[in-house]
């Protein structure tokens, strides 16, 4: 991730493209290495194009007006980075959608910190909401929080109403919270990214998942039939821009 959207000032972290996706050639996502090679050429192209951008025009984003949150992306363990989301959009999608919220028992959330302690025993449920702990309570209450949840991790993230959650188990409140429960396919574009870069981070996070576990499944990406690259990479964002 180019830029550490948790510091104040913002700043810029340099990322070895070349060490990450030759770690990436190694999976293989479509049982095909030609299609392999394709699919990690074109994307290694796309973000180091975009962090190039976003490192010299950083200065022209006004991220200060607009909230935002820093969501760490996985794959498997590894952390591949940071896509900025644009809260203010997911909160006018849901208002446009009619979403309605969903109650959630404050005892699935766990401290982010926490979490990711290694000398800390499993936690009590496989599937916890992690937060951002503050030990001041929100200007805004009780608006419900937004969770993003995806089966492609073993644990969601409270995106926005952090303080809401902290606020609540600081007073050993009991109740449930409401929440908006999100999943991958919610951010439909880039509008609801900070940057281009989040943008496509977020999008080749969400691939490589895609491709992982369909190409997993049995007969799908069968070693004895013709590969068809068309038919395969138009599931991608790819197929945008680029002509297979």
């Known amino acids: 991730m180019p830029i550490n959207y948790s510091t104040p000032n ?30 990690l050429t074109h994307w290694k192209t796309l973000l180091v194009e975009a962090d190039i951008d976003i490192k010299e025009n950083f200065h022209l984003r006004n991220y200060e007006t607009t909230e935002h949150f820093p969501t760490p992306l996985f794959f498997y363990t590894s952390l591949i980075g940071a896509s900025a989301i644009n809260i203010d959009r997911c909160e006018e999608e849901i208002f446009q959608r009619r979403l309605k919220p969903n109650k959630m028992g404050l005892e699935y959330f766990c401290k982010k910190e926490e979490f990711f302690k290694l000398d800390v025993p499993p936690y009590e449920f496989k599937h916890p909401i992690l937060y951002n702990h503050y030990p001041y309570n929100p200007n805004i209450w009780p608006i419900p929080v937004i969770i993003f949840d995806t089966d492609y991790s073993n644990h969601a993230v409270t995106i926005d109403g952090n303080h809401r959650i902290s606020y609540c188990l600081n007073i050993n409140s009991s109740q449930a919270v409401e929440s908006y ?15 281009k870069y989040s943008f496509l981070l977020f999008t080749f996070w969400k691939e490589i998942h895609f491709f992982l576990t369909i190409s997993n499944k049995k007969n799908l990406f069968s070693t004895t039939k013709k590969y068809n690259r068309r038919n395969i990479l138009q599931h991608s964002y790819l197929s945008n821009i680029i002509e297979f």
Request: net charge negative; no cysteine.
């Open 10 to 39: 913002y700043e810029y972290i340099e990322f070895n493209y070349d060490a990450f996706f030759n770690d990436l050639s190694h999976v293989d996502f479509f049982k095909n290495k030609e299609i392999n090679h394709i699919f």
């Open 181 to 195: 429960i999100v999943d991958e396919n919610f951010f439909k574009d880039e509008s609801f990214f900070m940057d």
